[in-house]
């Protein structure tokens, strides 16, 4: 098997993952739209929402159908062709690293989508200002997991050599 394979195996995974969120989120926007209805205030959170959820449906289409093209990207070439031996542990920690970080991202945009139609709803209302205060940590903690998650899938080589190194750091060669 080899590297590609197995991170693309990941992606199809985190694209299923993706697509039960999604179906997720359009049962509750339904469910909102049934108790509310669409009014001046609600469509721009609608408008939000749709956007948002196309946008999960895309991804979650792109990791389903295509996991071996967006391994590929993510993968450097020259690790991407390498047969998977155990004796290679660095290459399976950099796709352990992509993996990973593929599921920060996708765990991470649904919320932040949520947040801010939420956020877009409570700013029209009376206290806005209150009441938006109450979604500035969870928004921030959502949008380091999303820088984390990038850079996990972005960098996948070098946190593995800084993960040897730390563990070579005391050791006398």
């Not at 992509?98 to 599921?103: A, N, R």
Request: charge should be negative.
């Amino acid at each position: 098997m080899k590297a590609q394979d197995l991170l693309a195996l990941g992606l199809r995974m985190a694209g299923i993952y993706l697509a039960l969120i999604t179906s997720k989120a359009v049962m509750e926007t339904l469910y909102y739209l049934k108790l509310n209805g669409v009014d001046e205030q609600g469509s721009g959170w609608l408008a939000g929402q749709l956007t948002f959820t196309s946008l999960y449906i895309l991804t979650s289409a792109t990791l389903l159908l295509f996991p071996l093209t967006t391994s590929r990207f993510l993968l450097p070439s020259i690790e991407a062709e390498k047969e998977l031996q155990m004796e290679n542990v660095g290459q399976l920690r950099s796709i352990a690293f992509s993996l990973l970080g593929v599921y920060l991202v996708v765990d991470a945009l649904p919320e932040i989508g949520s947040t801010l139609g939420w956020l877009w709803l409570q700013l029209n209302e009376e206290y806005s200002e209150l009441n938006a205060y109450n979604y500035v940590p969870g928004s921030i903690a959502l949008v380091l997991q999303l820088l984390i998650g990038v850079g996990l899938c972005i960098f996948p080589v070098p946190l593995d050599h800084l993960l040897e190194r730390l563990r070579q750091a005391g050791l006398r060669k």
